[in-house]
């Protein structure tokens, strides 16, 4: 049973850059047909997708946060890692990762990490 794991730094200033990993156990980032994501939550509001990065290696974006986004991957890892620059109080929130069929992942489906919240704040 494949499992996600995200870590990274708790706190960001704003302006700074976030930077989370997500290492995946059980499972390679590699198999075919799988798409890796990152998704947040912000305080009092719903999941926003940020992104994924495919088996293939491809990545897509979500538009609103396109100019900002980075993801990549280390297949010697097996992780897949989130850059988010330039970041306001408005990008805290909880951070996910996430595996799936689908390029955009369903809440409840698939496999999630635990979630990572992150607090951007100076």
């Known amino acids: 049973q494949v499992q996600l794991q995200e870590s990274g730094p708790g706190l960001v200033k704003p302006s700074q850059t976030l930077s989370l990993t997500c290492t995946v156990s059980?499972?390679?980032?590699?198999?075919?047909?799988?798409?890796w994501s990152w998704i947040r939550r912000p305080p009092g509001k719903g999941l926003e997708w940020i992104g994924y990065?495919?088996?293939?290696?491809?990545?897509y974006y979500s538009p609103s946060l396109k100019s900002r986004t980075s993801i990549s991957r280390d297949t010697s890892k097996n992780q897949f890692t989130l850059q988010l620059r330039s970041v306001t109080p408005e990008d805290t929130a909880v951070y996910y990762c996430?595996?799936?069929?689908?390029?955009?992942?369903?809440w409840g489906t698939g496999s999630w990490g635990q979630g990572t919240q992150v607090t951007v704040s100076s």
């Open positions: 059980g499972g390679s980032i590699t198999t075919n047909s799988y798409y």
């Open positions: 990065i495919a088996y293939s290696g491809s990545t």
């Open positions: 996430a595996r799936d069929h689908r390029p955009v992942p369903v």
